[in-house]
């Protein structure tokens, strides 16, 4: 399944929030520019923990992923190592879950991306 887009309305009222956020976290750190970025680097991290999940979570999903698969990639079937392979989900918006993703080879999961448009 494609991702989904803003459209122009969304895409608009995304950036008004984007400013917004930059002008409090300016606010915040007043002139301190080493605040600024401790704030800035504190608010990417846990919108990308929203979306991604904590990496203990993803970790412990990619063990069971791979027992589930017999150790085996799910693109070309090949063995695999755990330390060598890839999280890849069905459907992003889904997250990280067991049922939602696919254990492949780093490269397995490159190939996928291209043909769908991703790399």
């Known amino acids: 399944m494609a991702n989904r887009n ?16 930059r002008r409090r976290l ?21 919108l990308i923990y929203l979306e991604r999940g904590k990496p203990m979570a993803r970790r412990k999903i990619k063990i069971q ?21 890839e999280l890849d989900r069905k459907n992003a918006a889904d997250g990280y879950t067991l049922e939602n993703t696919e254990l492949v080879h ?5 190939a996928r991306q291209a043909a769908k448009g991703y790399a």
Do not use: P
């Open 65 to 85: 992923r791979y027992d589930l698969q017999h150790g085996k990639c799910a693109h070309c079937n090949a063995d695999m190592a755990i330390q060598y392979s």
């Open 6 to 21: 803003l459209d122009a309305e969304e895409l608009k009222q995304a950036h008004l929030l984007l400013d917004d956020i």
């Open 106 to 110: 780093a490269k397995c999961h490159q």
């Open 26 to 46: 300016e606010i915040l750190a007043g002139d301190d520019i080493h605040l600024l970025f401790a704030y800035r680097r504190k608010i990417y991290k846990e």
